[in-house]
């Protein structure tokens, strides 16, 4: 039996999140507070498996409360955030401090809705009980005490380079890259993975980079501007006209597709809500197999941290057309769910920690 407390100074959320868990026999609701320090106190007393956190409480906010789950009794915790700008930004500094995941507090009246977040709320639960918190994030202070030491800080950092101007190239003894398009899948978990990856990258790298990451359309923005400030390289939300510009990574709009274009002499980005019928906007699938369309052996495939197998079909036409995959390996992943659906498939060229991503990504330009 999975044993949860939920967190959150709604009453009305209170009981819609347990009455929701509370449908799977495998889920047990142990307790209910109404702000972090009733929380913290219930968590200690029941030492639950799952906590969903709210944000925004009296008394103790949410993200002093995970600070001090994190240090005192770290477990999975999702927290529940409202979808707009000022909710993303507490979000995404929560993934810093340690939540694997959130699950949108916005709960509609129409029936559809409510069944849709009632499956994704059981099916993240159940996969965040079992697993373990990962081996790279600081019990602390997340993913950001694990930045290089030698990362410059953002008032140390080289001048912004706008994407769209052009990079110079990485000295390196093999020359140019083979390959100059990096596309990255990732979902449950992506935040920090993501962030780990591209802090470690230089400001003169060789390729672009495009990340479809399963997110809020009200999320992407704040994430991409967040990446911005911590990173070498540019980080910027895709817009319509923006074109693949090495040293520059950009990230999928939240509820649309992102799709490569070759042009004569380039290649662009186009956004699109088609197809439709996608599972997921972005689709890593849309992205990775527009990628193979575009520009084949050029590119290098990356499935990081995600619950389901987005990507796997996209890989798989990226392959047959010369291209590689690296994988993030399971003792990293929050969720093994996208990487392994590629290592089971036979479709992925290494298997790599999230520590060293960058650098497998950095050599496999060049195979």
């Known amino acids: 039996m999975i044993k949860v407390v939920v967190v959150d100074d709604s009453a009305f959320m209170r009981k819609a999140i347990s009455t929701m868990l509370a449908k799977d026999p495998e889920i047990d609701v142990v307790a209910t507070a109404r702000d972090g320090e009733e929380g913290l106190e219930l968590i200690r007393k029941h030492d639950p498996d799952v906590v969903t956190l709210d944000i925004e409480m009296p008394r103790m906010d949410g993200l002093t409360a995970l600070r001090h789950i994190m240090m005192e009794m770290p477990r999975p915790v999702l ?40 499956a994704n709320l059981i099916s993240k639960v ?93 999320f992407t923005g704040p994430f991409a501007k967040r990446l911005d400030g911590l990173c070498q390289i540019s980080v910027k939300e895709a817009e ?38 996608a599972l997921y906007k972005p689709s890593a699938n849309v992205l990775i197999g527009s990628a193979a369309e575009a520009v084949g052996r050029r590119a290098l495939g990356v499935i990081l ?12 036409a990226l392959k047959q057309k010369g291209g590689r995959a690296l994988a993030q390996s399971d003792a990293t992943c929050v969720v093994y769910g996208m990487p392994k659906a590629i290592v089971d498939a036979g479709l992925s060229d290494e298997i790599v920690d999230i520590d060293d991503m960058a650098q497998a990504i950095m050599n496999n330009l060049y195979v």
Not at 96 to 115: C, E, T, Y
């Open 79 to 118: 927290m529940v955030s409202s979808l707009t700008n000022e909710g993303a930004e507490a979000t995404l500094k929560a993934l810093d401090l340690g939540a694997v995941d959130f699950i949108p507090k916005q709960l509609s009246k129409v029936s559809l809705d409510i069944i849709k977040i009632e």
């Open 126 to 218: 159940k996969i965040v009980a079992s697993r373990r918190l990962m081996h790279s994030r600081s019990r602390a202070g997340g993913i950001a005490a694990t930045r290089p030491a030698a990362a410059p800080s953002p008032a140390g950092r080289p001048e912004p380079r706008p994407c769209g101007r052009p990079a110079s190239p990485v000295a390196t003894a093999g020359g140019a890259p083979k390959r100059d398009v990096v596309v990255i899948g990732v979902s449950t978990g992506g935040p920090p993975a993501v962030q780990k990856v591209l802090s470690a990258l230089p400001a003169n790298f060789p390729a672009s980079i495009v990340i479809a990451q399963h997110m809020p359309a009200a």
């Open 240 to 277: 319509p006209g923006d074109r693949l510009k090495s040293g520059c990574a950009f990230i999928a709009p939240g509820g649309k597709h992102l799709l490569l274009k070759q042009m004569v002499s380039r290649v662009d980005l186009e956004i699109s809500t088609e197809p439709a019928s």
């Open 305 to 316: 941290t995600g619950m389901g197998n987005d990507g796997m079909e996209g890989v798989r």
